[in-house]
């Protein structure tokens, strides 16, 4: 009787252990993901952009930019401040450069909106506290968010000092009242969203919706995406040319968009 | 061992019920249900063998999953050369146009419930669709 049971379980053993290997090597057999970047894809050291803050102001109602990225990429539209979804949008220039403000502030700029979207930081803190790496850094400096991976644990809301990412308390399809576009996939209950710098557009040679529609609608130089490592890039020839702030920069976070002001 | 004879007829006449549906098609040849996913028109060749998509579509599609959003690499080339952008909205979905039509259709059948579609979309199953 012993010796029956050993040999059965050698054999359910083996069996098993055949049906596991048998399986990813049949599996195994398909093309190659290819190291070839896109057709006319675009490239950069470290992506910036730079936000001419006068020019922008010069139209304090404008949504071009906020309203063409929350379409593209299916943004919906919740009005609830704790569960609303934001990936580009306008805050007070007392919150959003809090150090530079005080009571003798120009008029030009006290009180008013500035545009804010992800800074997608140098040294990003959403990404050391993430514990499932859906977010991290790209070489090209785009901090890059993977929703397959993230498990909505929101710490990267609370390391972010900028408010810029949001979290799904809801199923968002319904709230996308411009239209889903198909081509972009919504977001599921339950994950963190943010600006990605319109990965999905630089492989196809198109800059960000929002500063592709802002240069239309606003004039070019209000806002400016370049590569910033490029010293003959217009975002880095902007930079040298006139007085740029970041926001928060006293913590070290590094952030990569530009406010000219 | 008492009654072994019932027991075993017993046991006999169980085993030939729970397994009638295997003889029944394998004696006439035809399954009772069986999914009938429809196929692209306008396409006669998908990405890679038929058999590989049946057996494997969801390997490859991890894999293009990971490619695209962690690496950034965007181009697939498959077992015959050719080359393909990867992305399930707008590769496989351009000749795939209808979920319920294809997808759905085996894992209906199997009982699948991938979570693909809690995000991505096809062109034709949600309201709102532009």
């Known amino acids: 009787m012993d010796e029956s049971r050993r040999a059965f379980l050698k054999t359910a053993g083996c069996a098993i252990l055949g049906a596991g290997l048998a399986a990813p090597i049949t599996r195994a057999v398909a093309g190659a993901v290819s190291a070839d970047a896109m057709p006319g894809e675009l490239t950069a050291g470290r992506w910036a952009i730079a936000v001419n803050v006068r020019k922008c102001l010069e139209r304090e109602d404008c949504r071009a930019c906020i309203d063409a990225?929350?379409?593209?990429?299916?943004?919906?539209?919740?009005?609830?401040?704790?569960?609303?979804?934001?990936?580009?949008?306008?805050?007070?220039?007392?919150?959003?450069?809090?150090?530079?403000?005080?009571?003798?502030?120009?008029?030009?700029?006290?009180?008013?909106?500035?545009?804010?979207?992800?800074?997608?930081?140098?040294?990003?803190?959403?990404?050391?506290?993430?514990?499932?790496?859906?977010?991290?850094?790209?070489?090209?400096?785009?901090?890059?968010?993977?929703?397959?991976?993230?498990?909505?644990?929101?710490y990267c809301i609370v390391g972010c000092p900028y408010g810029s990412r949001s979290f799904n308390w809801q199923d968002p399809r319904?709230?996308?009242?411009?239209?889903?576009?198909?081509?972009?996939?919504?977001?599921?209950?339950?994950?963190?969203?943010?600006?990605?710098?319109?990965?999905?557009?630089l492989i196809k040679g198109l800059p960000p919706a929002c500063v592709e529609v802002c240069n239309k609608v606003a004039g070019p130089g209000t806002?400016?995406?370049?590569?910033?490592?490029?010293?003959?890039?217009?975002?880095?020839?902007?930079?040298?040319?006139?007085?740029?702030?970041?926001r928060k920069p006293e913590l070290g976070t590094e952030p990569q968009i530009f406010y000219l002001v | 061992m008492y009654d072994k004879g019932k027991i075993m007829a017993g046991l006999a006449a169980f085993l030939v019920m729970i397994t009638l549906p295997f003889w029944y098609s394998a004696a006439t040849g035809k399954a009772g249900v069986k999914p009938d996913p429809v196929l692209p028109k306008t396409?006669?060749?998908?990405?890679?063998?038929?058999?590989?998509?049946?057996?494997?579509?969801?390997?490859?599609?991890?894999?293009?999953?990971?490619?695209?959003?962690?690496?950034?690499?965007?181009?697939?080339?498959?077992?015959?050369?050719?080359?393909?952008?990867?992305?399930?909205?707008n590769t496989c979905m351009k000749c795939h146009e209808e979920r319920a039509q294809f997808c759905d259709k085996c894992h209906t059948y199997m009982g699948e419930n991938p979570f693909c579609w809690d995000c991505h979309l096809d062109k034709k199953g949600v309201k709102g669709v532009l």
């Open chain 1, 223 to 246: 806002m400016t995406f370049g590569d910033i490592r490029d010293p003959n890039s217009e975002v880095a020839r902007m930079l040298k040319d006139g007085f740029s702030i970041r």
């Open chain 1, 69 to 154: 990225c929350h379409v593209a990429h299916n943004v919906p539209l919740i009005k609830d401040p704790l569960r609303e979804i934001k990936w580009i949008w306008k805050e007070s220039f007392k919150d959003t450069f809090a150090a530079e403000s005080h009571p003798y502030l120009e008029k030009g700029l006290a009180g008013k909106n500035v545009l804010v979207l992800c800074n997608h930081c140098d040294n990003p803190p959403c990404v050391r506290v993430c514990p499932t790496k859906a977010t991290w850094k790209r070489p090209d400096g785009i901090v890059m968010m993977d929703q397959h991976r993230c498990i909505g644990c929101r």
């Open chain 2, 43 to 89: 396409e006669k060749k998908c990405v890679e063998s038929r058999q590989y998509m049946r057996d494997a579509h969801m390997d490859l599609l991890n894999r293009w999953r990971d490619a695209v959003v962690r690496e950034d690499r965007h181009i697939y080339v498959s077992q015959d050369g050719t080359r393909y952008e990867m992305s399930l909205n």
């Open chain 1, 174 to 201: 319904p709230f996308i009242t411009t239209g889903i576009k198909p081509e972009y996939p919504t977001r599921m209950k339950g994950v963190v969203e943010k600006c990605t710098f319109c990965t999905e557009r």
